[in-house]
């Protein structure tokens, strides 16, 4: 597709149920992150992938948090067992290689609401 | 590690106005600064970045931003704004990682109102 695509654009999950949200990167880019967003506050980072390189896992909050790339493009976010505070919009990102002043593409994030 | 500062969370202002958007980050040798806006249930959207060069960067939709590196100041300005100007902007610094890579830091987030 043209952007960075993302699903679901909304889920609501009862607490401590597992959520997988999918992340459709733009074609040829190398490099993909996710980022999350809370009520408030800024964009955190969680996790970057960059080819075949083994991940950056330093912004992931907790354990229940993991994340996996398939094939070099599409990226799943798994949270298990949700918690309230997990309720947040995770924005996944992508370019074509991350070389210094690279701009990033965002996609239109997934809502997560946790009840 | 770096870090951004935008003091002020929310900025109302009227249409034709000139606007300005506070942006500060923390000193390092070298930085890359970006302006990225996020309007209603979108995503974020690059407005203008600064790597080297000219402290004076222009961007998309009529805005600018100057690097100063004594402030370590990136204030977003725009001489005029339009209703469709609402929006939320976040300023955002590169940091590099012990893995190499550099990945984007980006402040709170200023909101933009832009009343008739």
């Known amino acids: 597709g043209a952007g960075v695509s993302q699903s679901p654009s909304n889920k609501v999950t009862e607490k401590g149920k597992d959520v997988e949200l999918r992340c459709d990167p733009i074609?040829?880019?190398?490099?993909l992150y996710w980022y999350r967003q809370s009520l408030g506050q800024g964009l955190e980072f969680l996790i970057y992938?960059?080819?075949?390189?083994?991940?950056?896992k330093s912004g992931l909050p907790s354990d229940r948090f993991s994340a996996e790339r398939t094939g070099g493009s599409v990226s799943t976010l798994t949270i298990q067992r949700t918690q309230q505070e997990d309720s947040a919009v995770y924005l996944c990102?992508?370019?074509?290689?991350?070389?210094?002043?690279?701009?990033?593409?965002f996609g239109e994030g997934s809502w997560l609401t946790v009840v | 590690a770096q870090s951004v500062t935008q003091l002020d969370s929310q900025v109302p202002v009227f249409e034709e106005a000139p606007v300005e958007l506070r942006c500060n980050y923390s000193?390092?040798?070298?930085?890359?600064l970006f302006w990225y806006v996020q309007y209603p249930n979108q995503g974020l959207q690059l407005l203008l970045k600064?790597?080297?060069?000219?402290?004076l960067v222009k961007g998309i939709n009529g805005f600018e931003a100057e690097f100063n590196k004594s402030q370590t100041s990136f204030h977003l300005r725009k001489p005029s704004v339009h209703i469709s100007d609402t929006a939320e902007y976040f300023c955002?610094?590169?940091?590099?990682?012990?893995?190499?890579?550099?990945?984007?830091?980006f402040g709170t987030g200023t909101r933009l109102l832009v009343s008739p």
């Open positions: 992938f960059q080819g075949n390189s083994a991940p950056d």
């Open positions: 074609s040829g880019h190398t490099a």
């Open positions: 990102a992508s370019s074509p290689l991350w070389a210094s002043g690279n701009t990033i593409y």
């Open positions: 600064y790597l080297s060069g000219s402290t």
């Open positions: 955002a610094v590169s940091d590099l990682m012990n893995t190499g890579f550099q990945k984007l830091v």
């Open positions: 000193s390092s040798v070298s930085v890359y």
